[in-house]
């Protein structure tokens, strides 16, 4: 069994910044990537970012030189720093890692939780 457990979220004026924290916990052997996707509301959910373990970051065209993911192996966990936020980055945000337990042979999808982001304009 596997969670992520994000923190982080709130609200915040347009231009301004936040940053979402995501940890892993469980019985993990491996991580393959971790990373973040949001949904608005009314909207399908979307890619944010992800990361790998060797550091390859991966956006979301939007997001790009706005946004920036970082991630510690030894730690499980990642990291999203948001500045020049906008009011169409309100979202809940979600935590994905792509995972081996110790007790699997296969990779699958876990999801957190998610953490609401507000932008006002």
């Known amino acids: 069994q596997v969670q992520l457990v994000e923190s982080g979220g709130g609200l915040v004026q347009a231009g301004g910044s936040l940053r979402l924290s995501c940890a892993a916990a469980?019985?993990?052997?491996?991580?393959?990537?971790m990373g973040w996707y949001r949904q608005a509301p009314g909207k399908q959910r979307e890619l944010v970012a992800t990361?790998?373990?060797?550091?390859?970051?991966n956006y979301a065209d939007s997001m790009k030189g706005r946004f920036t993911v970082s991630r510690d192996n030894a730690k499980n966990t990642v990291s999203l720093q948001m500045n020049s936020l906008k009011p169409e980055d309100t979202a809940v945000y979600y935590c994905?890692?792509?995972?081996?337990?110790?007790?699997?042979?296969?990779?699958?999808?876990?999801w957190g939780q998610g953490t609401l982001v507000t932008v006002s304009s």
């Open positions: 469980g019985s993990i052997s491996s991580i393959r990537t």
């Open positions: 990361v790998t373990g060797a550091g390859t970051a």
């Open positions: 994905n890692a792509v995972v081996r337990t110790r007790t699997s042979y296969t990779f699958l999808e876990v």
